[in-house]
């Protein structure tokens, strides 16, 4: 008997499992992946287990045993039925030795040949509704064997080396109890389902074959009498393996719930595990940094001289908060002009001043140059008595230019303003090169900004004029590429690189920014609204498709990579549809997921979405 190979519930393909069944080997459950650290195919099993396994293999066996002793009697009985009409076919006469021919004995003859083939009839159907019962069990244990492989390829995927003798310990002896019951089960039930078919097979028979044609010859006569009856047995049938259906499906949805606590519980334990590397991998890094940075910053860092006393200005209100510090809306008593002052609270230690602010400082030194990065004035460091003891606090304050509002003010104020209404198409293109310029002259300096978001984009509005600030993440990069921090960048606005752990990555992590950016002006609202990092992801992939090893080769090698639902990228369009097809064509290039193809700053400057753009006034 043949059997088709089907997707199961978790859309899995079997073709593989159908060759090993093919060829009579079969690959018992613990082997899934050939992998030696298998935990579910280990021999190990927690106390207590061995006993409960067996008796519950006994009875199972037992009834295994009873089955197939009852298959093989009515197995028997239809062989001895066969060769019974063989012998008879093969006689010349259908009257025996030393009868007459007469007519009442051939009709005696007739009826017992009619008994004979009734009885047949059942045998058969009897076979059928074996054979039928034994594919049903078959199609069962090969759909729970598929969902269970599935399970453990997405738990397997999940663990690494690292963290793979943290997760056996880990394990619950429940679960792993529960995994062998099934997976001995299973195995049985294999063996079972072999043996009958094999049985099985042993009295199937075909059209071409000889003993086919005969029984199909005698059993053409007695069709019409018996469809009738075939056609409601076949729907009582159908009614009973509805009925079994709809429990195999109840059974599977109870186990797949199961995984999916199982799978969740796993994934937490391993990004404890994972955080926890990840933290001290951060704080080495940031203690071999320190001194590097200091003596870099030290060497160049002239501003820092310039020293003048607080009382000169005065506080207005406070506007926010920078990556490292405090900003306030201040002015200057001697003439009156609003100022930008940034406080940074030092730690005491030998150094004096902090190597985040030495690093801000110095990157805002080296970029002074451009108008669209907003310009430091000077810096002030005021030591302050302290109450409590004999030491003092230090503070460090930035001294910027003053700008009225930033890029997220703006938008909001025609979202949510006594007439909303979108920004217009040439203000966007004007913004975006001014933000692509800025970007750029940050990038030819080897800075990467690493904290893109509107909040840190400042605009003088009658002016029309943005400037990037808030270089409190901003970092020098070199070739080769150094292992940067992971926590970069607003969740937002963060590139999908950053997102899936990578610590290795350049300019394309701000150019994603930037485009995220350009759709927000074009939308009013955020284009990637996530709430977590997980969040985050499946709202990219939801619209750009989920990523392959095609479009981003190294992909499923990332930290964080998971088995994700599997998306087809939707048209860009849909979501900026007031955008130019120039304009979509540049944000496509600047949302590319391979962070090798991303469109860098300089040449989104000569895209023909700015070809319209008088260039001259910038």
Known sequence: MEFSSQDDDFGGDDSAANATRASGNRRSFGDLEDDEDD???????????????????????????????????????????????KSAFQNESFVPAGKSPEPRFLIDY??????????????????????????????????EMAELKSAVRDLKSQLKPASMQARRLLLDPAIHEEFSRLKNLVEEKDKKIKELQDNIAAVTFTPQSKNGKMLMAKCRTLQEENEEIGHQAAEGKIHELAIKLAMQKSQNAELRSQFEGLYKHMEELTNDVERSNETVIILQEKLEEKEKEIERVKKGLEIVSELVEMEKYEKLEKVGEGTYGKVYKAMEKGTGKLVALKKT????????????????ISLLQMLSTSIYVVRLLCVEHVHQPSTKSQSTKS?????????????K???????????????????????????????????????????????NLLLVKDKELLKIADLGLGRAFTVP???????????????????????????????????????????????????SEFQQLLHIFRLLGTPTEQQWPGVSTLRDWHVYPKWEPQDLTLAVPSLSPQGVDLLTKMLKYNPAERISAKTALDHPYFDSLDKSQF
């Open 39 to 85: 935990i579910f195919g280990s021999t190990t099993v927690a106390p207590g287990v061995r006993t409960g396994m067996i008796l519950s293999l006994r009875g199972s066996l037992k009834n295994c045993k009873d089955d197939l002793a009852s298959c093989q009697n009515e197995l028997e009985s239809a062989k001895t039925e066969i060769q019974k009409w």
């Open 409 to 455: 003010k703006f938008i909001d104020s025609y979202r949510k303003g006594p007439n909303p209404k979108p920004l217009e198409p040439f203000l966007i293109q004007k913004l975006m090169f001014q933000l692509c310029k800025g970007v750029a002259h940050c990038h030819s300096h080897g800075v990467l900004h690493r904290d893109l978001k509107p909040q």
């Open 110 to 143: 007739i009826q017992n040949l009619k008994s004979s083939e009734k009885s047949l009839k059942e045998q058969l159907e009897i076979a059928k509704r074996k054979e039928a019962s034994c594919i049903v069990q078959y199609a069962k244990r090969e759909q």
């Open 481 to 531: 590429l150094k292992s940067y921090t992971h926590e970069i960048v607003t969740l937002w606005y963060r590139a999908p690189e950053v997102l899936l752990g990578s610590t290795h990555y350049s300019t394309g992590v701000d150019m994603w920014s930037v485009g995220c950016i350009f759709a927000e002006m074009v939308r009013r609202q955020a284009l990637f609204p996530g709430d």
């Open 395 to 407: 503070n460090l304050y930035l001294v910027f230019e003053y700008l009225d509002t930033d890029l």
């Open 345 to 360: 609270r030092l730690e005491m230690d030998e150094e004096g001043i902090p190597p985040t602010a030495l690093r801000e």
